[in-house]
């Protein structure tokens, strides 16, 4: 590269989106942006695809704007193109005095449609050390091998998933969810858009969600099921466009435009008018209301879930179980803590599968579904590795509850993921009856760790009492300062940190007291107020028609590019 040259002139090249490297699907919608480093001149800008002019490739003529909002630089916006053909596509953009040049890939989906349906299982930063924990709390281990194997273990294709975003290494659920549901790489924060560099965060150049594609071109029904908010990143990513993650008055507003069948989780708190006590909304727009208006059938208990369900005339159903998210399912049916007093009616994840399957499956031209169990992030943040673990059960539990609705069809497409990983890892256990005065003295490694003594689990792969006297030693790699306690925090979800009258987040003195509390000094920046997501590969497993695409190393977007070649969704 010629540096010397490029200094004099004193410009960058122009910036393009799509960005190279990608992977487009033909016949998906995007929007292509330019942008210059500087004012130019509308003349002697030249954009060519495959060396014809961009018009002629994608028949329109995109916006040139002179002088971009908060930048003052021009840029080439063109919405809603797409490119039928597939093939390798040559992207230049000059504005006379550089040029830049990037290529895309635009692939097909050549073979005939292998699945009716896809459900995504996504375990929001769920990693391989809760999964590993899941199996010995609810499966059980001797003599080295397990005693049952988890319904996502077995599974014949596996995958590891790189998780990385356009912008950093580390992901974040936006830009992760993003990749899974667009096909498209994006950056933190960000849905359904390549972050741009203008701050309105609801101009930045758009890619199809699967959820667009489906309805738009197969007539399909698409379910989006959470325990968190339904307004928060992972649910988002099925539907939304923004640059900003918590543009949550928004993100409610694409789920309502986007026609989406059933919506399930917490976060109603979104969806009243600022009016209503309790609202979070900046207007006076009523959506639950509005998706009434549209024909939902609407729940906020578990048992309104299940008669709406059972209901052959519902085809669309608005599930509100909460203001904000839904409790962990230790507090829920176990412990009655976190706020499971004021919200005794909340129903499971498994079984929101299954009313959310009852609708979907009413509607003829198949269904996509997306599950989260979102709740193992929060809690893994938290420190709280036993509320993420029994949550990680859980999920197994919706995906036993979806492997068993599909085994008698064969036309399901399941698949099982993360969005990114977090960082814990299982050390050994915890052996109160060793000796020693402190906490970390019974710690038990290598030959010492011997078994936990966990009992053996319930009816629903839950053990019963997580409090036993030799327990798992797991513990986070990242973290602010904290008190470890050794052990499950029986009377809520663990606070780790608290902010101090200095701005800084320092060890919440709450859990000073607790027998054998130690202090550990955090590593992370002063302003962290809890463990971060890591940038390790997460697995992917899956089974069923168009399954065998999952293998080896893939790239997050691969991700949507297995469940479209299922559905022939490029034809
Ligand atoms: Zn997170």
Redesign the pocket.
Same mark, same amino acid.
């Given at each position: 590269m010629c540096c010397a040259l490029s200094l004099v002139t004193a410009g960058e090249a122009a910036t393009i989106y799509p960005i190279h490297r990608a992977t487009i699907l033909a016949g998906s919608l995007f929007d292509l942006k330019v942008e210059f480093d500087g004012v130019v001149q509308p003349e002697k800008v030249r954009v060519t695809i495959n060396g014809a002019e961009y018009s002629q490739a994608l028949g329109k003529t995109a916006t040139f704007v002179e002088k971009e909002k908060g930048v003052d630089k021009s840029a080439l916006i063109l919405r809603d193109v797409s490119i039928s053909t597939p093939g390798v596509y040559i992207v230049t953009a000059s504005d006379g005095v550089t040029t830049n040049t990037i290529s895309w890939e635009v692939y097909g989906t050549p073979g005939p449609r292998q699945a009716r349906n896809v459900i995504l299982f996504v375990g $929001?930063?769920f990693s391989v050390a809760h999964r590993t924990a899941a199996r010995i709390l609810s499966k059980g281990i001797s003599e080295g091998k397990y005693n049952g194997m988890l319904a996502m273990d077995e599974m014949p294709h596996m995958a590891l998933v790189g998780t990385s975003g356009v912008d950093s290494v580390i992901t $974040?659920?936006a830009n992760s969810m993003s990749a899974y549901t667009t096909g498209h790489k994006s950056s933190v924060n960000a849905l359904g858009v390549y972050a741009d560099r203008t701050p309105d965060t609801l101009d930045d150049p758009k890619v199809e969600t699967i959820t667009s594609l489906v309805k738009r071109k197969l007539r399909m029904a698409v379910g989006v099921v959470t325990n968190t908010e339904v307004e928060d990143a992972t649910p988002a990513g099925m539907v939304a466009h923004t640059r900003r993650r918590s543009d949550y008055d928004v993100i409610v507003e694409q789920f309502y435009q986007s026609g989406v069948d059933v919506l399930m989780g917490g976060g109603s708190a979104s969806f009243l008018p600022k009016s209503v006590p309790g609202s979070r909304r900046k207007d006076d727009q009523d959506f639950i209301a509005k998706f009434r208006q549209a024909g939902y059938s609407l729940a906020t208990t578990d048992k309104e879930m299940r008669e709406a369900a059972a209901d052959p005339a519902t085809q669309k159903l608005l599930g509100l179980f909460h203001p904000g998210n839904l409790d962990t399912v230790l507090d829920r049916k176990f412990l009655k803590k976190g706020t499971v007093e004021q919200f005794p009616n909340q129903p499971d994840l498994v079984d929101e599968v299954k009313a959310a399957l009852s609708v979907l499956s009413r509607n003829p031209n198949g269904f996509v579904l997306m599950v989260e169990s979102g709740l193992i $992030?929060?809690q893994a %943040?938290n420190l709280d590795w036993e509320r993420a673990v029994m949550d990680t059960i859980m999920l197994d539990n919706a995906v036993a509850a979806a492997k068993a609705w599909a085994a008698p069809r064969n036309d399901t497409l399941i698949l099982v993921t993360a969005d %990114?990983s977090h960082g814990l890892a299982i050390v050994g256990t915890v052996d109160d009856a060793a000796k020693g005065e402190l906490m970390r003295d019974k710690i038990g490694v290598y030959a010492d760790a011997g078994y936990p003594n966990y009992p053996q689990a319930n009816a629903e792969g839950y053990p019963e009492n997580l409090e036993v006297s030799r327990r798992l030693a797991v513990f986070f790699n990242n973290f602010p300062d904290y008190y470890e306690t050794f052990r499950p925090k029986l009377d809520g979800p663990f606070v780790p940190a608290v902010q101090s009258p200095e701005k800084v987040y320092v060890a919440n003195e709450k859990y000073k007291s607790a027998p054998g509390a130690m202090l550990r000094t955090g590593i992370l920046p002063r302003d962290a107020s809890q463990g971060v %997501?890591t940038g390790e590969d997460v697995i992917l497993t899956a089974t069923g028609p168009g399954s065998e695409r999952v293998m080896g190393f893939m790239n997050n977007t691969d991700v949507f590019r297995v469940m479209v070649e299922a559905l022939a969704a490029g034809n």
């Open positions: $929001d930063g $974040d659920s $992030d929060k %943040h %990114h %997501h």
